[in-house]
């Protein structure tokens, strides 16, 4: 088996957990103004932001092994926030909310059957 099929789609699990957890961030911070005065709500789409993560869009190539490697997940959030302008709707933020947490529980269980197969493979190949 080679060895990308074995490690591969790892760092796309990644990005999807990472955007996740900022998404779910931004969608708590929504429902914790939602009293406010003027606050309007924050959101980034899932779907374009991993899909930029995908093809590499926006993020820097490293010249010198000694530069910093820019983060996919910030450069992402920062080209796919929601330009729209409304006040916070509670049930459409906790729709939100639940909808993310469910997805986050997902791509942890795929990535938990990955290993599980990763150590399939080690055992197996001890005997």
Known sequence: MPINKLFG???HLEQALNLRYERQGLIQSNIANLETPGYTVQDFSFEK??????????TLSRT???HIDLDP???SRSLQFSKEKRPVDIDEEMVKLSENQLMYEIVTRIVGKKFDGIKYAIDEGGK
């Open 49 to 58: 932001a991993m899909e930029t993560a995908k093809l590499s869009e926006g």
């Open 9 to 11: 789609g790892l760092n």
């Open 73 to 75: 997940v910030s450069v």
């Open 64 to 66: 010198n092994q000694k």
